[in-house]
């Protein structure tokens, strides 16, 4: 084989960056020669991947819930890597801007779409019976998700909706304290925190409170507001917010409340296998108006925010 030009730049070029650190390129080299060619099964640890589901129950459905919650926390990583691409970029623009957003919006609109799988691609008896021995552990208590939603906006826009104009000027911390989440795993008959949202809280609220204070200047609306005071076109990242701002407060909710209405609404006993908590008024979006950029809304959105789309799901399921 012929030693070209081109192979001896490279080979200079290494020599270079390992003499930096004090070793000796022959080494690197050696390893190479030694080393096994990599194999798709070793790269994405393929046999540890699929090893990762233990069912607790003997009901063959409990598998599909066990996946797709895994893939659904893999989608959201997903998204997470680009938010933190967006916030820590120093100099960012609109069109790298845009382009992550519309990175995050094409992660959601696989999990939206996919969402059928957990409507209608488990038998319903053996949810009923497998979810009981799953308590308290619940969805909800997806941390990726609640950081997603940190990201995306100002904390002002996740407090629970009776607080927000009180609290507008608050602190970040005191804000949190009223972040509507903590009034979203509450029993129906007292109102009392359910241990499903103690251990959430107990888990994460530090490490999200934390988030929240160090992305006051680097949330989305945040970076979106100055960006537009520059005078940039903002056309572009206006399109991909608002597309967000529907996933993850009308379409993402609203995939969770079809699940629950086939599972759970229709007997009443069926309610326990949540343990009989208020997903009737915290999952639909028209109650909890989440909406983490009004300013892109008119106001008549606004006032409808999701109630289209609620009021599909009851037709098609004949509530």
Known sequence: MEITPEIKDRLSRLHDKYAVMGQDITAYLDGLLY????????????????????PKTPFPDEEVFIMYHQIT????????????????????????????????NAYFTALVSSFDIMVDGMDKEQFLKFRMSLLPASGFQSGQYR??????????????????????????AEQFEYI?????????????????????????AGQLL???????????????????QRGEDMTAVEEELRKLDLF????????????AVRYLERDPVDIAATGGTNWQKYLPPRFQKRIFYPYLWTSEQVEQWGKSWVMNVLKSYKI
């Open 73 to 104: 926390e893999l989608y959201f990583k997903l998204a997470l890597h680009e938010c933190r691409q967006i916030t820590a970029n120093v100099s960012l623009t609109r069109d790298f801007f845009a382009a992550r957003l519309k990175r995050i």
């Open 248 to 259: 993850v407060n009308v379409e993402w909710p609203l995939s969770h409340y079809k699940s």
């Open 180 to 204: 509507y989440w903590k009034y979203g795993a509450s029993e129906l008959s007292t109102g009392k925190q359910t241990l499903t949202l103690q251990q959430f809280i107990a888990k994460y």
């Open 147 to 172: 950081m997603i939603e940190i990201y995306s906006t100002d904390l002002i826009q996740l407090v629970t909706l009776d607080k927000r104009e009180e609290l507008k000027h608050a602190s970040t």
């Open 35 to 54: 080393a096994d060619y990599l194999t798709y099964w070793d790269y994405i640890h393929l046999d540890t991947l699929l090893s990762l589901q233990h």
């Open 210 to 228: 934390q988030l929240a204070q160090n992305n006051i200047s680097s949330n989305f609306s945040a970076l979106y507001k100055t960006l537009q």
